[in-house]
């Protein structure tokens, strides 16, 4: 069992920058692929941004590219989202998710362990 924790979220103009960070515990944090997910009210969650186990390879939905950030430090036990030039329609409820089976996935059926969300808003 692996308990993830979000937090980070909050407030902001638009334009402005947020650091989203995931605390993990319960299992080796190495051992898991994590990814990014969001839900904007009435949406349906979406694949923001995933790195695989050891850090060293990302990918980013192409909505959010070159704008966000996603990295991991397992000395930590800590997964990173790195949000830069925000927009109103970032608005939503952040989650992060971890998986052992497949890289660096964007499908949300594929996570074994979710956290329980944190919320941010982006005023124009």
């Known amino acids: 069992q692996v308990q993830l924790v979000e937090s980070g979220g909050g407030l902001v103009q638009a334009g402005g920058s947020l650091r989203l960070s995931c605390a993990a515990s319960?299992?080796?944090?190495?051992?898991?692929?994590m990814g990014w997910f969001r839900q904007a009210p009435g949406k349906e969650r979406e694949f923001v941004a995933a790195i695989n186990r050891s850090g060293g390879s990302t990918f980013t939905a192409e909505s959010v590219k070159g704008r966000f950030t996603i990295s991991k430090d397992n000395t930590k036990n800590t997964v990173y989202l790195e949000m830069n030039s925000l927009k109103p329609e970032d608005t939503a409820v952040y989650y992060c998710?971890?998986?052992?089976?497949?890289?660096?996935?964007?499908?949300?059926?594929?996570?074994?362990?979710w956290g329980q969300g944190t919320e941010v808003t982006v005023s124009s």
């Open positions: 998710a971890a998986q052992s089976s497949v890289f660096a996935s964007r499908y949300s059926y594929q996570y074994d362990y």
């Open positions: 319960g299992r080796t944090f190495s051992n898991y692929h």
